[in-house]
C-alpha cells in the first residue's frame, strides 16, 4: 500500500492561501497573495524539489487544480516540477467538472472511497494546497504524512488550514525540523492515532 502525502505551504498563523503569486487566489478578498517568494531561496527550493520527485501522482482540490491546470501544462519542459506534474496521473475532487483540459487527470466524485483506491495503486500520493480537501481526508483518516513549511509572516486573514470542524486528530514528528537561511521551517508529520487529553501535566511531570 502506498501512502497520501500532503503537502502545505502555512503562514505562522496558519494561512495557506495563494502563497504563489499575488492573484492566486483572492477568494474573501485576500490581498496578499504571493507571500512565499521573499522566504524562498535554494535550500527550500532543492527540499521541496526533491520532494515533488518523489510522488507518482497528485490528488487536488478542485480550486488548485484549476490554478495549477492554467499554469504548468505551458512552464518550460526543463522545468523539474512542471516535467513531473505534467507526467504523473492526476486526480482532481469535483462534482462538477466533466471534460479537464490537462492530460493525464481523473475526476473523483466519491473522494472517500476513490481516495483509497488511489492510494493502493501508486506509491506516494501528494496533495498540494487543496485545503478542503485536506479536512475530507484528516476525517476519513486518509493523510499519511503531513508535510508543513512554516513561513515568518502573519496576516489575521485568509483561508486557515486548521479550523472550526477540523477532526481531533494526533500527529508524530517523523524527522527533525529543518530551517532554511530565509526563515522557512520544514515540519513532517504522521498520523499517530487518536489525541489523547484529560490528563493533569503537573501530574504527568512528577512521576518518577
Known amino acids: ?24 487566489d483572492r477568494e474573501g478578498g485576500f490581498e496578499f497573495g504571493g507571500w512565499q517568494a521573499p ?11 526533491a520532494g515533488i520527485e518523489r510522488l507518482d501522482a497528485l490528488l487536488l482540490g478542485r480550486k488548485t487544480y484549476d490554478i495549477f491546470a492554467g499554469f504548468w501544462p505551458t512552464a518550460p519542459a526543463d522545468d523539474p516540477i512542471a516535467a513531473r506534474f505534467n507526467a504523473v496521473p492526476k486526480y482532481v475532487a469535483s462534482n462538477t467538472l466533466s471534460d479537464p483540459a490537462w ?11 476513490e481516495a483509497r483506491e488511489i492510494r493502493e495503486r501508486h506509491a506516494e500520493t501528494h496533495v498540494i494546497g487543496s485545503g478542503d ?17 512554516l513561513y515568518p509572516v502573519t496576516f489575521g486573514t485568509g483561508k486557515k488550514i486548521f479550523r472550526d ?14 530551517a532554511f537561511p530565509k526563515g522557512a521551517i520544514w515540519l ?17 511531570r512528577t512521576q518518577p
Open 1 to 24: 500500500m502506498g501512502i497520501i502525502v500532503v503537502d502545505l505551504f502555512s503562514t505562522l498563523d496558519g494561512v495557506y492561501q495563494a502563497p504563489g503569486g499575488p492573484d492566486e
Open 39 to 49: 522566504y524562498f531561496d535554494k535550500e527550500s527550493g532543492e527540499a521541496i524539489t
Open 103 to 113: 492530460a493525464g487527470t481523473t475526476v473523483l466524485t466519491d473522494v472517500a472511497s
Open 133 to 149: 480537501l485536506f479536512q475530507s481526508l484528516l476525517t476519513e483518516n486518509l493523510v499519511d504524512r503531513l508535510n508543513l513549511w
Open 165 to 178: 470542524g477540523t477532526v481531533p486528530a494526533a500527529f508524530t514528528v517523523t524527522q527533525p525540523p529543518q
Open 188 to 204: 513532517v508529520y504522521e498520523r499517530a492515532g487518536d489525541v489523547v487529553t484529560g490528563i493533569d501535566i503537573e501530574a504527568e
